[in-house]
């Protein structure tokens, strides 16, 4: 049997837009994920504010991790986000998934992003299909 970290460990090997965007996972269990990055110069907006793509891919990650650490290759199959606080260089953004609903062919999961200072700057929701597919060959 594959376990949730063995599967999120490949997850990341092959993900290069996690690795760009510098995350590194702090914990996962089963629908249950931990991660964080430092946000970069680079991925400022025009308004002098971080790039909302940013924390909703933190989170979209957060959430890819969460809904597969089973083993079960999952897709997003709906996601929505609440941006409520503006983001800035440098700033430490944590996001941390969790399984609201553990279906046969979706599940549901709310993502909470916050900063360093334990504020919450955006949440997330989303839901996931189930496929019948191992992600991990066992």
Known sequence: MVSPEQVVTHMMENDLFSQW???KVLNVKEGYSKIKMTVRPEMINGFGIVHGG??????DSAFAFACNNRNVLSVALDTAINFTKPVHVGDVLVAEAKELHNGKSTGLYH???TNQHDHVVAL???????????????
């Open 21 to 23: 965007l510098g995350i």
């Open 54 to 59: 940013i924390a909703f891919s933190l989170a």
């Open 111 to 113: 993502i909470s992003i």
């Open 124 to 138: 997330f929701k989303g839901t996931c299909f189930r496929t019948n597919k191992a992600l991990v060959a066992q």
